[in-house]
């Protein structure tokens, strides 16, 4: 449903997302504009059917170098154990040290803001928890009776990796990718909220929520639409990460 | 070609554990030690409870670990000195079935899959002729051609063994390791898979060294029997002599504590008390005396030899 | 000897995925005064879901006692309000499992554990209490019981959680002992020590044993009496010496065979072709007819009844005529 | 277990040693001159060359690490460039702040989500569940910067009962811990329900059942003191998230704590090439002005695009 919104937003968005009528300044909703418009007369309605667009381009971009990037080290380092898997861990604890989103706001830091930049400070924040969590399913599934088989029938490293510990380790990676797109989501908005992330003028969410602050009195629904659009799709993730856990990993099911 | 097919002498194998808070790094004695022999066509049964150590002497044949000392020749080649490299051809010959029916069988594999791909590594079929290798053997060990494509799960535990044997023989081993292959299952289908490595031994030549703590199950199925006691054989011997007239106080205590299956023969006298020490800290001289009926002084000074006696049994105590 | 417990046409159910699998499907059996009375059968028989049932601890949901009677001395237990109920449990009758591992809560001491139980069913005092509890340890031959009792359970071995658990058990001498598989997770050499340990106190103490098992050496060595259970249902019930030495039904014949003895050869082990069947879809008639090799006409159709063939023996079997109910 | 504690301790010296590496670059790659910041634009070139001299910037970056980890150790980090007070000062204060809402926050939680779970678990599937479950879930999705707006525009400004801003006293932290212990209470609430029904599963409650235990007795003495021992180590998750998400609410509320130095941090140092730039702002009322109730007790709140006291 998001996605679609958001790969649909030409068409569904009834008005230009950037061009505001000035006349129209922090108008209440009305039939015609749905959610109102913003202190910029912009149809509030285009700009959250846009910042779906935007919000989606940042999860998948994020979601998937954290993907990549943490299965192989968790891989690697849950395998070889012995050095490989403590120099990879401590290099983990590192980034785990800054607690919170500090990490993603010192990447920031460093890189300065814009879209790009977001999405590979989310992406770099969540390299950990697909780290820890690829390396736990290998460190258990490499004690496991097949693969002792596997290696008694000559397997070779890299076919033990990829046949046997990779395909087993799906359902926790699978389930951990919907929820990290919502916790990215998260992140990212909470960003471009501190002025961080995504510059407005673009329809990002949690720089339309930033904006809006100062009308929080007088235009309460410039801040309300935005924030009830990330949470819609952030819980919209987390109710199908969960259901993919229980239908995944029977063993939390009651 | 030497009448003997597996020979190992002195084979070691220490854990390194860190233990409790302090993190201290003691070594497990898991294995501290061992020889014996198995000819061709032969079952050695490798009996103990648990902890003794018999499931690493599997494995270490096997170099799923590597051994801290000692040798393990094969077919007159000492397998221990090869590098991973060259032992991996040679992998072939000597395979291994496992305990649990339910974590050895990769569950994203079919069985197909599971049974092809120690004949694929080992080139001994093209992928256009693995199902019919595969569904010939799955044939010998009981199962339907027909159940090739099917998943692990959809079998039952006794099934699923079975997928297991046709796995180990795929490569046409001569030597099997079969390490408590029965032990997860029923009676009635223990009974089943029993009968079909009894078989099988027969079709395919095989040589088993059959590791397992019930005495019931070692009896049936070995030619050989060899007792482990805390990471070292206490005695060796034919199946016959070792039944009708154990040497070792251990022996005669672990076939004594085994309850009869005669309910008017009862038997009231425990002759073990107490635990197994731990292989962390062995006793001194003969392991066993802290729990020996017959200890002698002698016995917590001086560790008995695991030798020959003029009968061809082996034991190692020092009363005999 | 009069007759201690008493189970009655006892239905239970659990609802998985929808279905609804019978893992008890009308049990009937008594346990006397004194004596040790055995359960045996395969994984999956019903005879764990038997000892949760007495005490009324199936898990509900998906678990439930659809009908039948538990008649305990003079009281009805399944109409007992819950209050009642739980003054029976531990005190009245306890029970031991399978897993000395997992049994023992890991976060308390032995004798606090003890001593909690005690408490509750003899109303001693907190120190009077731990002195029972040490008496207790002390009974089940644990050396050094005091420093036993300050001890967690992590830090004994499984021979010796298996002590405490009985101990624990004991410690408000009950009527009733249900030991489901007490030495099942325990090498051969400590369940000697634990099966003669369990035959001592029994003795000392004139406490009943419901031992479930499915070791028949442990029943012959044990059990009075025994029944023998297939999918949720008793096929046979007999002495120990009749069950063993003259067993009828075709499935306790057929399990008899199997087993390989540690005592003495067999050439060829007897096999029971197939499996155990799915406890949502049984099979019409007896049970065992897929798998039994001597079915003929009534066995696919009819369900057969236990019938007495012989002092105490009972058989649900076609072949001894158990058309008609008893 | 001294062997045990050093090795710990070893084991904290490559994180360190990352950990400083990662601050020391942060400073370093942070665009514009530094010297050129500290002196002032339009300063004079030999001015700013004495400044590069003073602060060491013309010396190799190595022997600046160096320097500014031994400082560091020595808990001096430096002066601040924007008023010229030992930052260690700042930090200390700021910090002092942050946790003190943090502990707010995570007591809160801990409180609400305990509770919720242990009563969730006991009574699975029953309507309290449910609720609590589906809070839970709003817990975790909701954005701490549009709670924290929603929790002001409800209780500040159309309820009135609290501050919307400001610092000092217990009732200026209540709505900014709400905000920021939400979350923390959703993943608490769900981890003690899942950790509490694992346990009631587990053999020696059965073994506490058959021996006639009161359920309470079962749940609240047996139960309760296993499930807690996962749930301990979220706590200090959740504990480092706050520090996180206090970025977030300290921003939305304006509160003087460490997460609002460190973005105002960023941006003063941004400052100078946002100007360079000439990049209007994408608003064109600077926050703050609207927010009568929110007015901050230093009488300035952080406007992101045009820092009021630059440099």
């Known amino acids: 449903m998001f996605v679609l919104v958001a790969l649909l937003a030409p068409l569904l968005a009834p008005y230009d997302p950037n061009e505001g009528e000035l006349g129209q300044r922090l108008k209440p909703p009305s039939a015609e504009h749905w959610l109102g418009t913003d202190a910029l007369g912009r149809d509030i309605l285009s700009r959250v059917i846009y910042g779906a667009q935007v919000s989606l381009q940042i999860q998948l971009v994020a979601v998937l170098i954290a993907l990549v990037l943490g299965t192989l080290l968790g891989m690697f380092g849950g395998y070889y154990g012995g050095v490989t898997d403590n120099l990879i861990m401590r290099f983990m604890d590192i980034l785990l040290a800054f607690p919170g989103i500090f990490l993603a706001i010192a990447i920031i830091a460093v890189l300065g803001p814009g879209l790009l930049n977001l999405m590979l400070a989310a992406g770099i924040y969540s390299v950990p928890q697909f780290a820890r969590i690829v390396r736990g399913s290998i460190l258990s599934l490499k004690e496991k009776e097949f693969v002792e088989a596997a290696r008694a029938a000559g397997e070779s490293d890299a076919a033990i990796l990829f046949r046997y510990l990779l395909p087993n380790s799906m359902a926790p990676i699978i389930i951990q990718t919907t929820l990290r797109m919502a916790t990215v989501l998260l992140t990212a908005s909470g960003l471009s909220f501190l002025g961080l992330g995504v510059q407005p003028p673009r329809a990002e969410w949690g720089a339309m929520l930033s904006t809006a602050r100062p009308y929080l009195i007088t235009a309460p629904h410039v801040a309300t639409f935005p924030g009830l659009a990330i949470m819609l799709v952030v819980m919209g993730f987390n109710l199908f990460g969960d259901g993919l856990r229980d239908s995944l990993d029977p063993r939390l099911k009651d | ?320 | 000897m009069g007759t201690l417990l008493r189970v009655d046409d006892l239905h239970t159910h659990f609802l998985s995925a929808g279905k609804v699998v019978k893992a008890l499907d009308g049990i009937s059996f008594e346990i006397r005064e004194g004596e040790v009375f055995g359960v045996v059968g395969e994984t999956g028989c019903g005879k764990s879901v038997t000892a949760l049932s007495i005490l009324r601890l199936i898990p509900f949901p998906p678990g439930r006692i659809v009908s039948g009677a538990i008649r305990f001395r003079e009281t009805e237990l399944l109409a007992l309000p819950p209050d009642r109920m739980r003054a029976v449990r531990g005190k009245e009758i306890s029970m031991i499992f399978q897993e000395p591992m997992t049994s023992l809560n890991p976060v308390f001491r032995v004798g606090e554990q003890m001593r909690e139980v005690i408490m509750l069913h003899q109303g001693l005092g907190k120190s009077e209490a731990l002195e029972a509890a040490v008496r207790m340890l002390e009974r089940v031959r644990i050396p050094e019981a005091r420093k036993v009792a300050g001890q967690y359970p992590h830090q004994l071995s499984g021979g010796m959680r298996q002590r405490v658990m009985i101990a624990l058990e004991l410690s408000c001498r009950p009527a009733l002992l249900i030991a489901d598989e007490p030495t099942t997770a325990l090498d051969v050499t400590i369940q000697a020590q634990i099966l003669k340990l369990l035959n001592e106190l029994k003795r000392e103490m004139g406490t009943s044993i419901l031992l479930i098992t499915h070791d028949l050496g442990v029943v012959a060595q044990m059990c009075d009496r025994v029944a023998v259970m297939y999918a949720g249902s008793i096929v046979e019930e007999a002495g120990v010496a009749a069950i063993f030495e003259n067993p009828r039904h075709p499935y306790t014949q057929g399990l008899w065979g199997a087993i390989p003895l540690a005592h003495d050869e067999k050439p060829t082990l007897a096999v029971i072709p197939g499996a155990v069947p799915d406890l949502s879809r049984l099979p019409e008639g007896c049970k065992f007819h897929p798998r039994c090799g001597r079915r003929f006409a009534p066995c696919d159709r009819i369900r057969p009844q236990m019938t007495a063939v012989g002092d105490g023996h009972r058989v649900a079997c076609h072949l001894y005529g158990g058309g008609e109910p008893s | 277990m001294f062997r045990y504690i050093l090795k710990r301790l070893a084991m904290l010296i490559p994180v360190l040693f990352g950990v400083s590496l990662v601050s020391f670059s942060l400073l370093q790659i942070v665009p514009g001159d530094p010297a050129v910041l500290l002196a002032g634009e339009d300063a004079n070139p030999d001015f700013i060359e004495a400044v590069r001299k003073e602060y060491g910037f013309d010396q190799p970056l190595t022997v600046q690490y160096v320097r500014f980890v031994s400082r560091a150790v020595q808990g001096d980090f430096g002066v601040s460039i924007r008023n010229r007070e030992p930052v260690i000062n700042l930090l200390k204060q700021r910090f002092a702040f942050t946790i003190q809402l943090s502990f707010l926050s995570i007591l809160i939680a801990a409180f609400i989500g305990l509770i919720a779970g242990v009563i969730s678990a006991t009574r699975q599937y029953s309507i309290f569940d449910n609720l609590s479950m589906v809070g839970a879930l709003f817990g975790i999705s909701m954005p701490i910067f549009w709670l924290g707006l929603l929790l002001m525009l409800v209780f500040s400004v159309h309820l009135r009962w609290l501050p919307a801003g400001g610092s000092g006293e217990l009732r200026h932290l209540i709505l900014p811990a709400v905000a920021l212990g939400a979350a923390s209470a959703a993943v608490i609430a769900r981890m003690t329900r899942a950790s509490m029904l694992e346990v009631i599963r587990q053999d020696y409650i059965r073994t506490a059942r058959a021996n006639g235990l009161r359920e309470w007795v079962v749940i609240y003495k047996h139960a309760l003191k296993n499930a807690m021992i996962p749930v301990i180590t979220v706590f200090g998750l959740e504990f480092g998230y706050m520090l996180g998400g206090a970025v977030l609410t300290e921003t939305v509320f304006s509160l003087p704590g460490i997460g609002r130095l460190m973005v105002e941090g960023i941006f003063q140092r941004d400052y100078a090439v946002v100007q360079r730039l000439r990049r209007g702002p994408g608003v064109d009322d600077p926050g703050g002005r609207h927010l009568r109730a929110g007015e901050p007790a230093d009488g300035h709140c952080v406007c992101l695009f045009r820092p009021q006291n630059p440099l």
């Not at chain 2, 061709?40 to 409870?49: K, Q």
């Not at chain 2, 991996?88 to 079919?110: E, G, H, K």
């Not at chain 2, 490595?197 to 019931?216: A, C, E, P």
Request: hydrophobic share 40%; with cysteine.
């Open chain 2, 1 to 320: 070609m030497s009448a003997l097919l597996l020979e190992v002498e002195g084979l070691t194998k220490h854990f390194a554990v860190t233990r409790g808070m302090a993190r201290e790094k003691v070594f497990v004695r898991a294995v501290d030690g061992v020889d014996f022999a198995i000819a061709r066509g032969e079952t050695l049964g490798l009996v103990g409870e648990s902890g003794c150590g018999k499931t690493t002497v599997g494995r270490l044949i096997l170099r799923l670990i590597e051994p801290t000392g000692g040798a393990v020749r094969f077919d007159g080649r000492e397998l221990t000195a090869l590098d991973r490299k060259r032992l991996q051809p040679l992998r072939r010959s000597f395979q291994i079935i496992f305990q649990d029916p339910f974590a050895s069988l990769n569950p994203r594999m079919t069985v197909s899959e599971i049974v092809g791909r120690p004949m694929e590594i080992h080139g001994l079929t093209r992928r256009a002729e693995r199902d019919e290798k595969v569904g010939e053997l799955l044939a010998a060990v009981g199962l339907r051609r027909e159940q090739l494509a099917r998943y692990p799960h959809e079998f039952s535990g006794g099934q699923r063994q079975r997928i297991g044997i046709a796995r180990a023989l795929a490569t046409r081993p001569q030597l099997v390791v079969a390490d408590e292959p029965t032990s997860a299952l029923d009676v009635s289908v223990q009974a089943q898979i029993l009968n079909l490595m009894k078989d099988l031994q027969g079709r395919f030549g095989l040589t088993y060294l059959f590791i397992s703590h019930n005495i019931g199950v070692i009896r049936h199925i070995s030619d050989r029997v060899a007792v482990m006691y805390l990471g070292k054989i206490v005695e060796m011997a034919g199946k016959g002599a070792l039944f009708s007239k154990p040497l070792h106080p251990y022996t005669q205590a672990l076939l004594a504590a085994v309850p009869s299956l005669d309910p008017r023969r009862r038997q009231e006298e425990v002759l073990l008390e107490g635990d197994v020490p731990s292989p962390v800290n062995p006793p001194p001289g003969c392991r066993f005396h802290t729990r020996c009926r017959f200890a002698l002084p002698r016995c917590s000074r001086e560790e008995p030899e695991f030798r020959p006696r003029a009968d061809g049994r082996w034991v190692a105590c020092h009363l005999y």
